[in-house]
Structures are given as structure tokens and as C-alpha cells.
Nanobody, 115 residues
């Protein structure tokens, strides 16, 4: 089994930056892709960004140009650098990992952006 632990969330003001981290541990054999999803109040969980084993990235239109996803393979860790944060970015952010035909999710970290 794989465990994912997010960190870095909190309360910030609009226009500021924040970096989220996701550390993976456990029975990790071959990570196909990692990513970040978020669930805003009253909405479904939506994709924010993903990064594959080949370092290909994909972003939601709402965060393109502001968010950057990266990974450190040696540490089995994914990051989400969030710049120019907006109140609309307020949500619980979840780390995602896919490997060996299974999906794994972190418990989430709250990001609140005040106006």
C-alpha cells in the first residue's frame, strides 16, 4: 500500500504564493503519474495538475500560468507551486498517485485565500 501525506496548506492573502508538498511512502514500485486535485465548497473534486513519469504536465485552464507542478523522484515527492493566488483557489487540495494499476489519494490539505 502507498501512503500520501500533503503539507504546506494554510491561510494566505490574494496575490501571495504557497507551495504544497506530497510525500509518498510505502510499497512504491513504479510511479506512473502524480497530481493534485481540489474540492471547493459545494463543488466536485476537479483536476488541478498532473505530471507523468516522463515529466509531461497537464493543467486545468483556471490555473495555467499561475501553478507549476513538479516532482523529485529521489524523494518520491510531488510539489505544487501556486502563485498569484485568488479567492477562487480556496479548496481542499488532494495529492494523487497512480501506479501498478491503482489510484491512491492523500487526505487533503486546506488552502484558504482571503480577498
Amino acid at each position: 500500500q502507498v501512503r500520501l501525506v500533503e503539507s504546506g496548506g494554510g491561510l494566505v492573502q490574494a496575490g501571495e504564493s504557497m507551495r504544497l508538498s506530497c510525500a509518498a511512502s510505502g510499497s512504491i514500485f513504479s510511479i506512473n503519474r502524480m497530481g493534485w486535485y481540489r474540492r471547493a465548497p459545494g463543488k466536485q473534486r476537479d483536476l488541478v495538475a498532473t505530471i507523468t513519469s516522463g515529466s509531461s504536465t497537464n493543467y486545468a485552464d483556471s490555473v495555467k500560468g499561475r501553478f507549476t507542478i513538479s516532482r523529485d523522484n529521489a524523494k518520491n515527492t510531488a510539489y505544487l507551486q501556486m502563485d498569484s493566488l485568488k479567492p477562487e483557489d480556496t479548496a481542499v487540495y488532494y495529492c494523487y498517485l497512480y501506479e501498478m494499476g491503482h489510484d491512491y489519494w492523500g487526505k487533503g490539505t486546506q488552502v484558504t485565500v482571503s480577498s
